[in-house]
């Protein structure tokens, strides 16, 4: 998947709450030079305002926000934390987050497709889930 380096993929024991989870996922984003620091406060002004709409399936978030929120470059990041982490109003934790940053309408989307097709095999989610470290997390997107 050429939308994901491996600086850019973590594993985390836990996450204070959903914010400080969408700060921690979005970090190497913002490290990287893909994402301006607004871009993860806008995606938690996004949830506080909308909901958490991000969680799309059990244990998998996709973290993201309007290009024009922040996003500089299109880039994925992937942040694996051990504990769940629990949303406002969802009573579907998220452990997986897939953390979006898009230039654009369009430069995204093969790398969406790709990360929803390997979503949508169930044995290939638990190995995911359970990576021992980012570059096991890193290879399971290869």
């Given at each position: 998947m050429e939308l994901l380096k491996l600086e850019n993929v973590q594993v985390c024991e836990r996450a204070a709450d959903?914010?400080?989870a969408i700060r921690t996922a979005v970090r190497p984003l913002e490290r990287g030079g893909y994402v301006e620091p607004r871009y993860k406060e806008e995606i938690i002004a996004n949830l506080e305002r909308l909901g958490p709409y991000i969680v799309i399936a059990e244990n998998v978030a996709l973290p993201h926000a309007r290009p024009e929120?922040?996003?500089i470059k299109t880039q994925l990041g992937v942040t694996l934390f051990r504990?769940?982490?629990r949303f406002d109003g969802k009573e579907t934790p998220?452990?997986?987050?897939?953390?979006?940053?898009a230039q654009d309408a369009d430069?995204?989307?093969d790398a969406l497709?790709?990360?929803s097709e390997l979503l949508d095999q169930p044995e290939k989610v638990e190995q995911i889930l359970a990576a021992?470290?980012?570059q096991t997390l890193y290879d399971h997107f290869q």
């Open positions: 959903w914010r400080d929120q922040g996003a504990e769940p982490v998220a452990r997986l987050f897939v953390t979006l940053a430069s995204h989307l497709v790709a990360v021992e470290d980012a």
